[in-house]
């Protein structure tokens, strides 16, 4: 921030903007860190990179616990899935960001583009897949099949995190056989899990800046509002289309990070 209220209060409407926008987008299928982060970056260059992500994970966990609340309210969620799910994402997130503290993410940041082109390829060649919500599993199977994709995404969020959103979404369509807009629904209650795993973290260590957090957690919560008005109104399809231009930007992104220095 400049010591100019003018430029003071321009920078704030720009996070603020940005923060609608991630919880607008987070909400229909993940992927709102694509926007908030990078803004968060741009405008506090100086700040060191965990208080930044910190504060991101701050504003990200109220637009998350929002949307799921409001999915809850007229989705019906498949809470066998999503609570085991959820309580192995919480300890794996938490492993996962001890465990980047010893380990480099390195060969992560250069596999991620390519995980996420198939992903991509998978979901633009099946034009049905999670048109239809068509549950494959119950009992035990279904509850130790949650517990091993919460701790693996929660492990991978914790440790590096781009895309998780989408990761859920994808695996509860392709592996539990949801629709898109019930995938994105658990998703959520997961999501919100691994944000409340690497929070305790950041706040354990200092890393927040409350204030702007909070700030941008409102505007998070009115886009994260918006969004899943607009994936319950307009159904599954739409949920489909907005991940695929989600994931390729992911691609993008991931790819440029990867292998700019190159």
């Not at 504003?59 to 192995?88: E, K, L, M, Q």
């Not at 010893?102 to 897949?129: E, G, N, Q, S, W």
Request: glycine share 12%.
């Amino acid at each position: 921030m400049t010591d100019s209220t003018g430029e003071t209060m321009l920078d704030l409407a720009v996070l603020g903007v940005a923060a609608f926008s991630a919880g607008l987008v987070d909400a229909v299928v993940g992927g709102g860190g694509l926007i908030q982060i990078p803004v968060l970056f741009s405008m506090f260059g100086n700040t060191a990179p965990a208080t930044l992500l910190g504060t991101s994970k701050l504003a990200g966990i109220f637009g998350t616990a929002a949307a799921a609340v409001n999915y809850a309210r007229r989705v019906s969620i498949a809470w066998t899935t999503a609570a085991p799910a959820a309580f192995a994402a919480f300890f794996f997130a938490f492993f996962g960001a001890f465990t980047v503290t010893k380990i480099p993410a390195d060969f992560m940041r250069t596999l991620l583009p390519v995980v996420l082109i198939a992903v991509a390829i998978y979901t633009f060649k099946r034009k049905d897949f999670g048109s239809i919500h068509a549950p494959l599993h119950g009992g035990l199977k279904e509850r130790l099949l949650a517990v091993a994709c919460g701790a693996g995404i929660g492990f991978y969020d914790g440790f590096f995190g781009p895309g998780t959103g989408s990761f859920l979404v994808f695996l509860f369509v392709r592996l539990f056989g949801f629709d898109f807009l019930g995938a994105s629904a658990v998703a959520k209650v997961v999501n919100v899990a691994c944000n409340l795993s690497a929070l305790m973290w950041f706040g354990y260590s200092g890393h927040l800046l409350w204030q702007l957090g909070l700030m941008m957690a409102v505007c998070q919560v009115a886009g994260s509002l918006i969004g899943t008005k607009l994936a319950m109104r307009h159904g599954s399809g739409f949920v489909r289309r907005v991940f695929l231009v989600v994931v390729t930007i992911l691609i993008v992104k991931t790819s440029w990070d990867a292998y700019q220095r190159w």
